[in-house]
C-alpha cells in the first residue's frame, strides 16, 4: 500500500509530464548509463533503466526515454509502474491516445485499481472531453483511494466542467475539511470561488 501511495504522489506532482516513481529515482544507477539500457540484452539492471528513462521523460527527451522502457516493459511486463510511466510517455511524447490506453488497461490487469492508471485513464478522458468516461475513472479511484484527495479533485473538476457544480460542491467541501493543508485543499478552494462566481 506504501508503494502505491508513494507512486499516486509521484504521478499529481508531474501529472502533466509523466509518471514518476521517487523509489525509483533516487535509487543509485549502478553505472548504467541511457546508451548502456538501449543496448541492453540480458544483463541490464532494470530499475535503473526505468529511472533513467523517467530522467529522460522529465527532460522532455521522449524518443529516448520510451525506447528504454520498452526494453523494461518487454523483460518486465508484470509491473504496473513501468506500464503506467510508458503511457504517460506515450500520451506525453508522441501524442499517442491509443497506445496510452493500452498500457494504462494493461496496468490495472497487472495490479487492478492501481492509481496511477486510474488517474491517467480519467485524465485522458477528460483531455478527450469524453466527461462521463473520465467521471467514471475519478469516482473510481476516488473509492478505492479514500485517503487519496487527488482523485476527488478530478471528479469536481469534471462534474464542474460538465455543469453539476452543485454535485461538486459537498465533495470540494470535504476535500477542504479532510486535507485543510494540502495542495488539493487550495485547488478545491479555487474551484469553489470560480463556481461561487459563476452563481453571482
Known amino acids: 500500500m506504501t508503494i502505491i501511495l508513494r507512486s499516486l504522489a509521484a504521478f499529481a506532482i508531474v501529472q502533466g509530464l509523466l509518471l514518476l516513481a521517487p523509489s525509483l529515482l533516487s535509487a543509485p544507477t549502478t553505472g548504467a548509463t541511457a546508451e548502456s539500457c538501449i543496448a541492453c540484452a540480458d544483463s541490464c539492471d532494470l530499475k535503473a533503466c526505468h529511472a533513467i528513462a523517467i530522467e529522460l521523460a522529465t527532460a522532455r527527451d521522449f524518443s529516448r526515454a520510451i525506447a528504454i522502457e520498452e ?3 518487454a523483460r518486465d511486463v508484470a509491473n504496473p509502474e513501468v506500464a503506467a510511466a510508458l503511457a504517460k ?7 499517442d491516445t491509443v497506445n496510452a490506453i493500452r498500457l494504462y488497461h494493461e496496468a490495472l ?7 496511477p492508471a486510474l488517474l491517467g485513464l480519467g485524465t485522458l478522458m ?29 471528479l469536481a473538476e469534471v462534474l464542474i466542467e460538465s455543469g453539476r457544480a452543485e454535485k461538486a460542491q459537498p465533495i470540494l467541501q470535504q476535500i477542504v475539511a479532510g486535507w485543510p493543508d494540502s495542495g488539493e485543499a487550495g485547488d478545491a478552494r479555487r474551484l469553489m470561488n470560480r463556481t461561487a462566481l459563476a452563481r453571482q
Open 71 to 73: 526494453i523494461v516493459r
Open 89 to 95: 510517455m506515450y500520451d506525453a511524447g508522441r501524442h
Open 109 to 115: 490487469y497487472a495490479a487492478p485499481g492501481y492509481p
Open 126 to 154: 477528460k483531455e478527450r472531453g469524453e466527461m462521463e468516461i473520465a467521471e467514471r475513472y475519478f469516482e473510481r479511484g476516488a473509492r478505492e483511494n479514500p485517503d487519496q484527495p487527488l482523485f476527488k479533485v478530478r
